[in-house]
């Protein structure tokens, strides 16, 4: 009731609140280029000290309403240098700006309300404009565009399948049972990463859901729509947001309008893509197969051989060029009142296997729109539909529906292609044609979704020296997601077992959020001092409701759940409720000293005790010295300390508080039985607390330096522990453990050479991350859900070992025998401008160390099909035990991730057009071009168990990775 009592307060401040009329006058101009002349659009001009503020057009223009003279009006663009000039009137004011080689002036957020320039920044928080996400080459999904990108960022693809499925992790692992994947925020809204399984698992035999090579939401999303994203790797800089913010925040800006000339945009997109890496066939000879197969095997051999030779399955499966289309449509301009940016999108992506795909259709509507001086208004809207089919690769226990198991064991002088009747024959070495399940199988998904932000801003005061303001935003986000899994009757492991399957998902989930914020911005000590404080409340519920039909014993030819004998039905519903208070001071003394304390007070119906706050505190200092007197330049132009401390929090899942019952049917009569897994109501969420540490420097005028230490304690992690007998349950989940994360980040921007015809900028992203677990309350165990036990090798939780760590039993002992966390990774990008008509750009990833389990390898060692197995390495390996020391890989791998050349058509061209075009771009580019590792599988970045927990580095017949190449068309009108 509190809740929303606070809530009706701060809206009927909004709403009560009288419009407070000032004069005013106008000052408009252009904004140019100051080494080349040329006009700068999406230039930000603010009235110092107030909200008020414009955008400068694609030609430079700008024109902006100014409430009180004298004025300072601020003039700022991301890579330009920041410029103020004093007004005394209604003037026209031209402004040429100069390049910077730091990116110091851009402004980051550091509070709900509220944001900061980067130069006076005490966090390292990363950031990705929309041309580094985009600007090279065509992605599918924004999670798979930030590879290399962002320093503390480890980023691994749990599935190459259209439509993507990524597990991003911030400064390490966060948690072993709960969430890894970080909170993303889009214009205001807490939206939607889930990973909806489709229940193939029912059907394959796949041990749980994550199984299911299902992708996370994100991939809604289009990240052409994006205008910037910003990264809270750590506690400190994500301790604002509390108990979501454990895994770190993603906080993302989508394209809005600007004053001036409405513009109209125009991209098409043309690639395909194909395999990374395939590999092979095993080399065979009559004798080989005799030697791993017996005489009798041979006659099939050589029939197979001389009528025309051996089938290359692989190929066959894998080997298909899918086209890519992605087509966008953009509309975006408004006055000094009303911006608006609309657009439109669609994509189309066919995978590498046959009948697999990935489609979205996106629109987007954003409008901002200043009422009077004291109200302005934002709204952004997103209507997505997308689908997928992703077909069936990864686990299974004899399902005969995932391709890698049954290309393990399949022999490629069997003929498992239909006959004239179209009837499939069975294969006679595994429990599934592949081909029958690439042609007759069905796995796909679709999605409709809807994401509405809103925005009001109430200026209440502006004296010049204090400035008050109320903001209130919030939005929605609805996800209405659609499974549908059909395995025909016919299939070879369904005769005599299931019959066929159907399982049908229905799945709605409803997000929405509201924040309000009341922000002071007071000028001290005549202006030396500049001081903001804010404090408000936030909400946040979430409810889904899930249901699963699954039907069996079909009737042939049938696609219908009611046309099955055996039908079950699962739903599951949920509603997570959070309340939270939050304040923070932001003190700023000339640029030269920048300190912030912040504390957060959260609530959560996922607790224990759903009324008891947990606090989450921040605290930072930023030290400009070269703004100090003592200061002279030489090598370093520029130099910054800080230090920053914070803590986050990340609740249990839903059930950990409570035990749940179990319907039951005794003698035809329902009823319930008490759940085996005991609730704790004494669960408390886990808590990460972070201190920070690093230095920005600028040197010789080109270079720009940013080193940051981290070390995050993640304490009284979940963890599930079995129970004696004795108490009627099985196993409970409570705070058993800690955990610490230790890294390194470097990040290095260079301008070698900047000139008229020619233009170089180069960036370095360099870090590591060190994990132990230091608290262990009960015995070490391996990890359920991450790996397939000591014999084959899994993710082992150990006191004093690293979280990460595979192990497996060597002389009966557990042992280490692996770490999936890399030595270090780097990203290397580079950016040419040539005669100001060509752009050429390339990134490298690095990444060096690192191990991975390939069990694909064990299904082929044991069908005989491993492509190596007639070398003396595949001979001494068939030859050892089969343990789990002798599946683990390093994973390291050098990718020349993204690549492209640009040609601007120049103005003498676009004459022919008259002034219906403005630009003209072409180009070429390509992603995953290349990589050079030791690893033998399809791709070293690997996960079989999706996106969530502990999963990456432990393969069992991925659907393999591709690479892309694109020709691109953009026209502007």
Same mark, same amino acid.
């Given at each position: 009731?509190?809740?929303?009592?606070?809530?009706?307060?701060?809206?009927?401040?909004?709403?009560?609140?009288?419009?407070?009329?000032?004069?005013?006058?106008?000052?408009?101009?252009?904004?140019?280029?100051?080494?080349? +002349?040329?006009?700068?659009?999406?230039?930000?001009?603010?009235?110092?000290?107030?909200?008020?503020?414009?955008?400068?057009?694609?030609?430079?223009?700008?024109? !902006?309403?100014?409430?009180?003279?004298?004025?300072?009006?601020?003039?700022?663009?991301? +890579?330009?240098?920041?410029?103020?000039?004093?007004?005394?009137?209604?003037?026209?004011?031209?402004? @040429?700006?100069?390049?910077?080689?730091?990116?110091?002036?851009?402004?980051?957020?550091?509070?709900?309300?509220?944001?900061?320039?980067?130069?006076?920044?005490?966090?390292? %928080?990363?950031?990705?404009?929309?041309?580094? $996400?985009?600007?090279?080459t065509a992605q599918t999904t924004l999670d798979g565009a930030l590879y290399g990108k962002l320093t503390g960022v480890n980023i691994t693809s749990s599935s190459g399948a259209p439509g993507g499925g990524f597990a991003l992790r911030l400064r390490g692992i966060s948690s072993i049972n709960g969430n890894n994947q970080p909170l993303y925020i889009v214009d205001g809204v807490y939206v939607n990463n889930a990973e909806i399984p489709s229940g193939l698992r029912f059907a394959s035999g796949a041990n749980r859901g994550n199984e299911e090579n299902s992708a996370n939401r994100i991939a809604d999303l289009d990240p052409n729509d994006i205008q910037n994203i910003e990264v809270l790797k750590g506690a400190s800089a994500a301790a604002i947001y509390g108990t979501r913010a454990n895994a770190g925040v993603v906080i993302i800006t989508t394209k809005r309008g600007s004053q001036g000339k409405t513009e109209v945009k125009f991209s098409q997109d043309t690639g395909f893509n194909t395999i990374i890496n395939k590999l092979g066939l095993r080399p065979w000879t009559a004798q080989s197969v005799e030697d791993t197969f017996g005489a009798a095997e041979v006659d $099939?051999?050589?029939?197979?051989?001389?009528?025309?030779?051996?089938?290359?399955? &692989?190929? *066959?499966?894998?080997?298909?060029?899918?086209?890519?289309?992605?087509?966008?449509?953009?509309?975006?301009?408004?006055?000094?009142?009303?911006?608006?940016?609309?657009?439109?999108?669609?994509?189309?992506?066919?995978?590498?296997?046959?009948?697999?795909?990935?489609?979205?259709?996106?629109?987007?509507?954003? %409008?901002?729109?200043?009422?009077?001086?004291?109200?302005?208004?934002?709204?952004?809207?997103?209507? %997505?539909?997308? @689908?997928?089919?992703?077909?069936? =690769?990864?686990?299974?226990?004899?399902?005969?529906?995932?391709?890698?198991?049954?290309?393990?064991?399949?022999?490629?002088?069997?003929?498992?292609?239909?006959?004239?009747?179209?009837?499939?024959?069975?294969?006679?070495?595994?429990?599934?044609?592949?081909?029958?399940?690439?042609?007759?199988?069905?796995?796909?998904?679709?999605?409709?979704?809807?994401?509405?932000?809103?925005?009001?801003?109430?200026?209440?005061?502006?004296?010049?020296?204090?400035?008050?303001? $109320?903001?209130?935003?919030?939005?929605?986000?609805?996800?209405? #997601?659609?499974?549908?899994?059909?395995?025909?009757?016919?299939?070879?492991?369904?005769?005599?077992?299931?019959?066929?399957? !159907?399982?049908?998902?229905?799945?709605?989930?409803?997000?929405?959020?509201?924040?309000?914020?009341?922000?002071?911005?007071?000028?001290?000590?005549?202006?030396?001092?500049?001081?903001?404080?804010?404090?408000?409340?936030?909400?946040?519920?979430?409810?889904?409701?899930?249901?699963?039909?699954?039907?069996?014993?079909?009737?042939?030819?049938?696609?219908?759940?009611?046309?099955?004998?055996?039908?079950? *039905?699962?739903?599951?519903?949920?509603?997570?409720? &959070?309340?939270?208070?939050?304040?923070?001071?932001?003190?700023?003394?000339?640029?030269?000293? !920048?300190?912030?304390?912040?504390?957060?007070?959260?609530?959560?119906?996922?607790?224990?005790?759903?009324?008891?706050?947990?606090?989450?505190?921040?605290?930072?200092?930023? /030290?400009?010295?070269?703004?100090?007197?003592?200061?002279?330049?030489?090598?370093?132009?520029?130099?910054?300390?800080?230090?920053?401390?914070?803590?986050?929090?990340?609740?249990?899942?839903?059930?950990?508080?409570?035990?749940?019952?179990?319907?039951?049917?005794?003698?035809?009569?329902?009823?319930?039985?008490?759940?085996? $897994?005991?609730?704790?109501?004494?669960? &408390?969420?886990?808590?990460?607390?972070?201190?920070?540490?690093?230095?920005?420097?600028?040197?010789? #005028?080109?270079?720009?330096?940013?080193?940051?230490?981290? #070390?995050? /304690?993640?304490?009284?992690?979940?963890?599930?522990?079995?129970?004696?007998?004795?108490?009627?349950?099985?196993?409970?989940?409570?705070?058993?453990?800690?955990?610490?994360?230790? +890294?390194?980040?470097?990040?290095?921007?260079?301008?070698?050479?900047?000139?008229?015809?020619?233009?170089?900028?180069?960036?370095?992203?360099?870090?590591?991350?060190?994990?132990?677990? =230091?608290?262990?309350?009960?015995?070490?165990?391996?990890?359920?859900?991450?790996?397939?036990?000591?014999?084959?090798?899994?993710?082992?939780?150990?006191? +004093?070992?690293?979280?990460?760590?595979?192990?497996? #039993? /060597?002389?009966?002992?557990?042992?280490?025998?692996?770490? /999936?966390?890399?030595?270090?990774?780097?990203?290397?990008?580079?950016?040419?401008?040539?005669?100001?008509?060509?752009?050429?750009?390339?990134?490298?990833?690095?990444?060096?160390?690192?191990?991975?389990?390939?069990?694909?390898?064990?299904?082929?060692?044991?069908?005989?099909?491993?492509?190596?197995?007639?070398?003396?390495?595949? *001979?001494?390996?068939?030859?050892?035990?089969?343990?789990?020391?002798?599946?683990?890989?390093?994973?390291?791998?050098?990718?020349?991730?993204?690549?492209?050349?640009?040609?601007?058509?120049? @103005?003498?061209?676009?004459?022919?057009?008259?002034?219906?075009? =403005?630009?003209?771009?072409?180009?070429?580019?390509?992603?995953?071009?290349?990589?050079?590792?030791?690893?033998?599988?399809?791709?070293?970045?690997?996960?079989?168990?999706?996106?969530?927990?502990?999963?990456?580095?432990?393969?069992? =017949?991925?659907?393999?990775?591709?690479?892309?190449?694109?020709?691109?068309?953009?026209?502007?009108?």
């Amino acid at each position: 009731m509190k809740q929303k009592s606070l809530g009706k307060t701060f809206l009927w401040l909004f709403l009560a609140l009288p419009i407070l009329g000032f004069s005013q006058g106008t000052v408009s101009g252009n904004i140019t280029d100051s080494n080349y +002349g040329d006009p700068l659009a999406g230039v930000n001009v603010v009235v110092k000290g107030t909200s008020q503020g414009a955008i400068s057009d694609f030609d430079g223009n700008y024109s !902006i309403s100014v409430a009180n003279f004298p004025a300072t009006l601020v003039f700022s663009s991301l +890579g330009y240098e920041t410029k103020e000039v004093t007004v005394e009137g209604p003037t026209t004011l031209n402004v @040429s700006l100069g390049e910077s080689a730091t990116g110091l002036d851009e402004v980051v957020v550091t509070g709900l309300g509220t944001s900061i320039k980067r130069s006076n920044l005490a966090n390292a %928080v990363a950031t990705v404009s929309n041309e580094e $996400l985009v600007g090279t080459t065509a992605q599918t999904t924004l999670d798979g565009a930030l590879y290399g990108k962002l320093t503390g960022v480890n980023i691994t693809s749990s599935s190459g399948a259209p439509g993507g499925g990524f597990a991003l992790r911030l400064r390490g692992i966060s948690s072993i049972n709960g969430n890894n994947q970080p909170l993303y925020i889009v214009d205001g809204v807490y939206v939607n990463n889930a990973e909806i399984p489709s229940g193939l698992r029912f059907a394959s035999g796949a041990n749980r859901g994550n199984e299911e090579n299902s992708a996370n939401r994100i991939a809604d999303l289009d990240p052409n729509d994006i205008q910037n994203i910003e990264v809270l790797k750590g506690a400190s800089a994500a301790a604002i947001y509390g108990t979501r913010a454990n895994a770190g925040v993603v906080i993302i800006t989508t394209k809005r309008g600007s004053q001036g000339k409405t513009e109209v945009k125009f991209s098409q997109d043309t690639g395909f893509n194909t395999i990374i890496n395939k590999l092979g066939l095993r080399p065979w000879t009559a004798q080989s197969v005799e030697d791993t197969f017996g005489a009798a095997e041979v006659d $099939l051999y050589n029939q197979a051989i001389a009528s025309g030779g051996l089938f290359d399955y &692989e190929d *066959i499966i894998y080997g298909e060029t899918g086209l890519i289309t992605d087509t966008r449509i953009s509309a975006s301009g408004g006055d000094e009142k009303t911006k608006f940016y609309v657009g439109a999108s669609y994509r189309d992506e066919e995978g590498i296997i046959k009948n697999t795909g990935f489609n979205r259709f996106s629109l987007r509507a954003n %409008v901002d729109h200043t009422i009077s001086n004291t109200f302005s208004f934002s709204a952004s809207s997103n209507y %997505v539909r997308s @689908s997928s089919s992703r077909s069936f =690769t990864g686990n299974e226990n004899e399902g005969g529906l995932s391709y890698g198991y049954t290309l393990a064991f399949t022999r490629p002088w069997i003929n498992l292609f239909p006959d004239d009747t179209g009837a499939y024959p069975d294969n006679p070495n595994y429990s599934g044609n592949p081909i029958f399940v690439r042609d007759q199988a069905v796995n796909e998904d679709k999605n409709n979704r809807f994401i509405q932000g809103i925005k009001l801003t109430t200026n209440l005061l502006n004296t010049g020296d204090d400035a008050v303001k $109320l903001i209130f935003n919030g939005g929605a986000d609805f996800l209405a #997601n659609e499974t549908f899994v059909y395995v025909p009757e016919t299939h070879q492991a369904q005769r005599g077992n299931q019959n066929g399957f !159907i399982g049908v998902g229905k799945n709605n989930f409803t997000n929405f959020n509201y924040q309000g914020i009341a922000v002071w911005n007071r000028n001290a000590m005549g202006g030396d001092l500049a001081l903001t404080s804010q404090a408000g409340i936030s909400y946040l519920e979430q409810q889904a409701d899930l249901i699963f039909n699954q039907s069996t014993q079909l009737i042939p030819g049938q696609t219908n759940l009611s046309q099955g004998s055996a039908q079950a *039905i699962t739903q599951t519903t949920s509603t997570v409720k &959070e309340f939270g208070y939050f304040a923070q001071v932001e003190g700023n003394y000339q640029d030269q000293l !920048i300190g912030t304390v912040g504390y957060r007070f959260d609530k959560s119906t996922l607790n224990g005790d759903p009324n008891k706050f947990y606090g989450f505190p921040k605290a930072s200092l930023a /030290v400009n010295l070269h703004n100090f007197d003592f200061w002279s330049d030489g090598v370093f132009q520029r130099l910054k300390i800080r230090a920053a401390y914070g803590e986050t929090g990340s609740s249990g899942a839903f059930g950990s508080a409570f035990t749940g019952l179990n319907q039951v049917s005794v003698g035809g009569i329902g009823g319930s039985s008490i759940s085996a $897994l005991k609730g704790d109501p004494d669960i &408390e969420p886990e808590t990460s607390s972070e201190f920070e540490v690093g230095f920005d420097a600028g040197l010789f #005028n080109k270079v720009n330096l940013e080193v940051s230490y981290y #070390n995050r /304690v993640v304490s009284d992690l979940l963890l599930s522990r079995v129970l004696p007998t004795s108490t009627g349950f099985g196993s409970e989940t409570t705070n058993l453990a800690d955990l610490k994360n230790e +890294g390194v980040e470097v990040g290095i921007t260079v301008n070698p050479v900047q000139n008229e015809n020619f233009f170089w900028s180069s960036n370095i992203n360099w870090w590591f991350n060190r994990s132990e677990i =230091t608290r262990l309350d009960v015995p070490a165990f391996p990890q359920p859900g991450a790996g397939f036990g000591l014999g084959l090798g899994t993710f082992y939780i150990e006191e +004093g070992q690293p979280v990460t760590q595979l192990a497996g #039993n /060597v002389d009966g002992v557990p042992t280490q025998i692996g770490n /999936v966390e890399p030595d270090f990774q780097m990203g290397f990008f580079n950016n040419f401008t040539i005669a100001k008509q060509f752009d050429v750009s390339f990134l490298l990833q690095w990444k060096k160390g690192g191990d991975n389990l390939n069990l694909s390898r064990l299904l082929t060692d044991l069908g005989g099909t491993t492509p190596d197995l007639d070398t003396p390495e595949g *001979i001494a390996r068939n030859a050892s035990p089969i343990a789990a020391v002798r599946f683990v890989e390093p994973a390291g791998y050098l990718r020349l991730r993204e690549a492209a050349v640009y040609y601007r058509l120049p @103005s003498s061209a676009l004459a022919f057009f008259g002034d219906a075009v =403005t630009g003209i771009k072409l180009g070429v580019s390509g992603r995953n071009i290349f990589t050079i590792t030791d690893y033998s599988s399809y791709d070293p970045e690997t996960s079989t168990n999706g996106g969530a927990g502990l999963s990456s580095g432990i393969e069992v =017949t991925p659907f393999p990775s591709t690479k892309q190449f694109y020709f691109h068309l953009n026209v502007n009108f």
